[in-house]
């Protein structure tokens, strides 16, 4: 495999074949928490990519949702992160919204990502220079908008800035449903389509810096230009609060930050 950034969109796509052969299949549940577990699917598509990354870069270290750290000394800075399926609650139920995110973290920064849909056949990948969706084999750019006004607001724990920010509270405020259309898609393949222009926003809590599921979306969206910050406004890279808020433009994050912002303090 040649450039890391071949390697992250054929890395994503393996991972996507194997959750679109077995979609629909029957298949066992690996229990991981109270709520929470992993499907053949999870466990089959995290072994093909991981195979594929340490074929090509026997040196790198990864860390994948289901195995956890696997290989690799650290000792050069190079880490991918894997998350083979996330929606694996709808994947389950069959639901045809996830997402099969890969992302390297050189030195602590995202270098090249991709999220991949298995069911359109669209990989979304940057290089952190630019942002594209590939179909066909052809890349187009991204290009976010707000003009759909739909805003995606996760709403699976943890949730550790409650009582400061609830996202139940932020739904139920009558100025976002004026202003915006909340919908909940439950994979972060969500976050890809606000750099790709399908959401103006997405709002989550959580610590998310580390985050395999979180990686490859907030690389796409502050490469496609996309407002990225915690949810109190400030430098997602930065927060110590944590929190994702990832808006189209400038004026999209300002009206959602001071909903936030209000809501919680009223």
Known sequence: MGSDRELVVAAAAAGAAVVRARYGTEMGRVSKAAGDFATAADLEAERVIV???????PGDG???????????DRGNGREWLVDPLCGTLNYAARTMLVGVNVA????GRTTVAACADPFSSEIFWTDQTHAW????DRDEPLTPSPASNLVDVNLDPPF?????????????DRRFVRQFRPRVVSSTLAVAWVAAGRRAAYVTDGHLRDSVHFAAGIALCE????VVTDIFGEPFHAS???GLLAAADAETH???????????AE
């Open 51 to 57: 195979d594929m990354i340490r074929g090509a870069r």
């Open 62 to 72: 990864v860390v994948g949702e289901e195995g956890g750290r696997q290989g690799g």
């Open 104 to 107: 390297l973290r050189v030195s």
């Open 133 to 136: 969706v590939r179909r066909d």
């Open 160 to 172: 550790p800035n409650d009582p400061a920010f609830r996202a139940v509270s932020l739904l139920a």
């Open 223 to 226: 490469a496609a230009g996309c």
């Open 240 to 242: 110590s609060r944590g």
């Open 254 to 264: 300002a009206a959602l930050l001071t909903l936030i912002l209000t809501t919680h």
